[in-house]
Nanobody, 115 residues
Framework: QLQLVESGGGLVQPGGSLRLSCTASEFALDNYAIGWFRQAPGNEREGVACITTSGATNYARGVEGRFTISRDNAKNTVYLQMNSLKPEDTAVYYC?????????WGQGTQVTVSS
């Protein structure tokens, strides 16, 4: 099954930044709209941001203005730049087709925002 691989998570202090990467080794991402999703403990998975094949973007309320989704088709990678991180951004972050994931979900990358 088609699957994407996430990376770039880590531990960061409130107000800090991280850049997540989403890539695929066996197919081209530029044929798909790609979304970033996150799941915090005890919560359902939620959409965070999405980018279409033409580069149009949209964001969930609460991250708009702080997060930026982008794609580099030459590198077959979709990024999520996260600035001004807050403790409530702590979650496992996943990428998949947007706005609804249809690929097999990967392992995600853990983002922890804590002092």
């Amino acid at each position: 099954q088609l699957q994407l691989v996430e990376s770039g998570g880590g531990l960061v202090q409130p107000g800090g930044s991280l850049r997540l990467s989403c890539t695929a080794s066996e197919f081209a991402l530029d044929n798909y709209a790609i979304g970033w999703f996150r799941q915090a403990p005890g919560n359902e998975r939620e959409g965070v941001a999405c980018i279409t094949t033409s580069g149009a973007t949209n964001y969930a309320r609460g991250v708009e203005g702080r997060f930026t989704i982008s794609r580099d088709n030459a590198k077959n990678t979709v990024y999520l730049q996260m600035n001004s991180l807050k403790p409530e951004d702590t979650a496992v972050y996943y990428c998949n087709t947007g706005p609804v994931g249809v690929f097999q979900w990967g392992q995600g990358t853990q983002v922890t925002v804590s002092s």
